[in-house]
């Protein structure tokens, strides 16, 4: 038996997020909205489902998991995938009209890869949050000025004179939403910045309209404006939170305004890719739909 003083030690204290060196092994877990730790993003309305203490790895797996990033991660991750697919068949630069769907191909991929990237990595940090983010939002800004490309190329074709002036206003475009994703406006603008930028696509398709023929309106307006339905109404969903707003809590998981507004950003990307890709057919086909002069 010692004689010597035994020292009485405490236990120590329960590791948190903020512990300097702490495993984040020990730390991953999914809680609700209020134990979100300060940085980090929660969504209004959604008040459970957010990951904390994720490494990259963790992220990684946690696709497999149910939080409320799955659905917004695997939307648009199997959207960057089929993108790819389309790119690896089909890739061909053979002629200026055709490299203009690759060009869209390419900007589909480049939006749903940093769209779910950030989706899939933003629970590791704060600072990865934002930098994912910025990555997303100029995804978009990518994707709103991409989208006049094939449509304006083809469209416009025989009328090389407006065809230019709408790719001017396409490059405008692409200026003003990189501004928006790097911040250089108030970030409350944003939502209706990016939208206003999609509204603006109205204005060649009116030209399109006034002009085009009858089979060319009757081929290829419907889908033009299925495209601007969809993001029209993902635009409903993204700016309003419903149905979160409507019923709190009870679209945590599945059925929330953000899922709903990636469907719908992937249903016009369809929906326009479709169109251009139809329109180039009949070209390539030296269609008398879409041949010049016909009238």
């Known amino acids: 038996m010692s004689l010597l003083p ?3 030690t405490s236990p120590p204290p329960p590791q948190t997020l903020d512990t300097p060196g702490a495993g984040w092994a020990t730390k991953k877990k999914v809680v609700r909205a209020q134990d979100v730790p300060d940085g980090y993003e929660t969504m209004p309305f959604v008040q459970s489902g957010y990951r904390v203490g994720y490494d990259s790895c963790g992220c990684i797996t946690s696709i497999f998991e149910v939080h409320n990033e799955t659905i917004n ?8 995938l089929w993108f790819a697919y389309l790119i690896r068949v089909d890739s061909s630069t053979s002629t200026w009209d055709a490299s203009t769907i690759l060009i869209f191909r390419l900007i589909c991929l480049n939006l749903f890869a940093s769209s779910a990237g950030y989706h899939t990595f933003g629970a590791i940090s704060p600072r990865a949050m934002r930098l994912w983010l910025r990555a997303d939002k100029l995804g978009i800004s990518l994707m709103i ?4 490309i094939p449509g304006i190329w083809l469209g416009f074709r025989c009328r090389p004179r407006a065809r230019l002036v709408w790719m001017a206003q396409a490059l405008i475009l692409l200026i003003v939403g990189a501004m928006l994703a790097l911040e250089c406006f108030p970030k409350r603008h944003s939502a209706k910045a990016f939208a206003s930028l999609v509204a603006i696509g109205l204005l060649p398709t009116a030209d399109f309209a006034m ?3 009858a089979e060319e309106i009757r081929q290829f307006v419907p889908k033009l404006m299925l ?4 993001y029209g109404l993902g635009f409903f969903f993204f700016s309003t939170k419903w149905p979160e707003s409507r019923w709190p ?6 059925g929330a305004s953000h899922q709903l507004w990636h469907l719908c950003v992937l249903a016009a990307a369809l929906a326009w890719h479709s169109d251009v890709r139809d329109y180039l057919a009949l070209v390539e086909l030296d269609s008398p739909v879409v041949r010049c002069g016909k009238f």
């Open 6 to 8: 035994t020292r009485r």
């Open 73 to 80: 991660i695997w939307t648009h991750w199997l959207g960057a």
């Open 145 to 148: 000025a991409g989208s006049y």
């Open 211 to 213: 002009h085009g023929t």
């Open 227 to 230: 495209m601007f339905f969809f």
């Open 249 to 254: 809590g009870k679209f945590c998981i599945v």
